[in-house]
Nanobody
């Protein structure tokens, strides 16, 4: 049974930082692209960042230069380091394990709130 468990969300002031973690189990984590997505109230879920099994990264324009995605295959964990947070970054953040030719796996989400 595949599970993705996010952690690290919370309340932070504008300009602050958070690091999200996504721990995978039940699958060979190192074989797959991992992504972070977010969904704000009343908005569609959007891709924030992704990292391939080879370590290539891709970011949404809105987070470039502020967020960094990484992975530790030995720990089956993906991370999202978020710096210089803005109120518009407030959302539920989800991690996704992407499979080609099969359904993706999603975590349950972690709330990030940026507010003074």
């Amino acid at each position: 049974q595949v599970q993705l468990v996010e952690s690290g969300g919370g309340l932070v002031q504008p300009g602050g930082s958070l690091r999200l973690s996504c721990a995978a189990s039940g699958i060979i984590f190192s074989l797959y692209t991992m992504g972070w997505y977010r969904q704000a109230p009343g908005k569609q879920r959007e891709m924030v960042a992704a990292i391939t099994k080879d370590g290539r990264t891709n970011y949404a324009d809105s987070v470039k230069g502020r967020f960094t995605i990484s992975r530790d295959n030995a720990k089956s964990t993906a991370y999202l380091q978020m710096n210089s947070l803005k109120p518009e970054d407030t959302a539920v953040y989800y991690c996704k394990l992407q499979r080609i030719g099969a359904s993706d796996y999603w975590g349950q989400g972690t709330q990030v709130t940026v507010s003074s």
